[in-house]
């Protein structure tokens, strides 16, 4: 929550799911590795969970937030 509270108060709208890739994760969070999450809308993962990255007990899964472009 601390890191989404973070990353919206400078603009930014969602993050890449990142996760350890050493074999011990969720199978379902390997799968989300990689992806963009809004923040407005937390995905439903193939097990049926719904959540943001790093906020499922025992995960090890964290939020690489996306930095919006300054152009």
């Known amino acids: 929550a601390f890191v989404q ?8 709208q969602g993050y890449i799911w990142r996760t350890t890739m050493d074999g011990a994760e969720r199978e379902s969070h390997a799968e989300m ?3 963009f999450v809004p923040y407005d809308r937390p995905p439903t993962l ?11 007990p025992n995960c090890r899964c964290y939020q690489d937030p996306v930095l919006p472009d300054n152009d």
């Open 46 to 56: 193939s097990d049926g969970t719904v959540g943001h990255a790093g906020t499922f």
């Open 33 to 35: 590795n990689g992806t």
């Open 5 to 12: 509270a973070r990353a919206q108060s400078v603009g930014v």
